[in-house]
């Protein structure tokens, strides 16, 4: 199916998706606390889209012979560690698809494993239907949904009024739009929240590993080769009132200061990619930020 096939037709399917959890809440009760997501082949490709348009959803997510369809949105996973399972000879979902996303992942210096398998092809892992692992991974994860750190690509052309999909917004950024009469079709924002009282977590040398998958409907085990990073502990950092902003292609925004605490400043960071806005002291609701032209992701 061609790309533009397939955005067409998740476009329906994850309106299909938005409303399920509605639907099963009026029979099993659920707690957005602690909800992960994962899909495989184009349930794969909607898990990456849903997820990168709607971060502050999911503790957690999980692909089988899946890849991001738009790889500059894998920037919004910055809190979102994800187990992507991928075939080594996949005629649907091959290697030049779905390495460019890992590779992304990996630059980024995000929580990822990628664990590619053989023999088989697009269908093995879900004939042999042993997923243990997966859930083992995702297991019992709690959404952050206050970090001090938010990285969101704002793309307009992915969302559906008709089916009320609307990405325009992340934890505690809210109103992201692109500035009007840009001529970007997407845009980042970057922004740290010095109140919080901690500082990034260091990400961990690049992690190569083997191994296998056994137990489930095939007679041999699958084996596999994989890498991913994680991150260390939080660090602790001084306390300041201040939100270190960075806006790319450009996005404004605004930030709740009942969620991050509310900054008496906006720093700005090296070069031309922001400006900085004085906030009043200690005033409580919402504060937009605006950026000055940049280059385009």
């Not at 959803?57 to 919004?76: C, I, R, Y």
């Not at 649907?92 to 398998?117: C, H, K, N, W």
């Not at 720093?267 to 940049?294: E, I, L, V, Y």
Request: glycine letters at 10%.
């Amino acid at each position: 199916m061609h790309r533009h096939e397939r955005r067409l037709e998740l476009g329906q399917r994850i309106g299909d998706a938005a409303v399920q959890p509605v639907e099963i809440s009026r029979t099993f009760p659920l707690d957005p606390a602690h909800t992960t997501i994962s899909g495989t082949s184009m349930g794969g490709i909607g898990t990456f889209k849903i997820a990168e348009q709607f971060p502050d959803l999911f503790a957690k997510a999980h692909t089988t012979v899946g890849e991001s369809d738009s790889n500059p949105q894998v920037a919004s996973l910055r809190n979102v560690p994800f187990l992507m399972w991928n075939m080594g000879t996949d005629e649907l979902v091959p290697a030049a698809e779905y390495l460019p996303t890992a590779m992304l992942f990996d630059s980024l210096g995000y929580r990822y494993r990628i664990q590619v398998f053989t023999p088989g092809e697009h269908l093995t892992l879900d004939v042999n239907d042993e997923f243990h692992a997966a859930a083992a991974f995702l297991g019992n994860a709690a959404v952050d949904p206050d970090p001090a750190h938010v990285t969101y690509v704002r793309a307009p052309a992915l969302d559906d009024v008709d089916l009320g999909i609307n990405g325009d917004h992340a934890y505690w950024l809210s109103g992201i739009a692109l500035r009007p009469g840009s001529s970007a079709t997407t845009g980042t924002i970057d922004v740290v929240s010095r109140g919080f009282g901690v500082g990034d977590p260091p990400s961990a040398a690049q992690a190569p590993g083997a191994g296998t998958l056994s137990g489930g409907h095939l007679p041999y085990p699958l084996a596999y080769a994989s890498m991913g990073r994680d991150w260390g502990p939080t660090p602790a950092a001084a306390v300041a009132d201040a939100l270190d902003v960075t806006a790319m292609a450009p996005p404004r925004s605004r930030w709740s200061t009942a969620r991050a605490p509310p900054p008496r400043r906006v720093r700005r960071p090296q070069g031309r990619a922001a400006r900085r806005r004085r906030c009043a002291p200690g005033r409580r609701g919402t504060r937009r930020a605006r950026a000055r032209p940049a280059a385009a992701t």
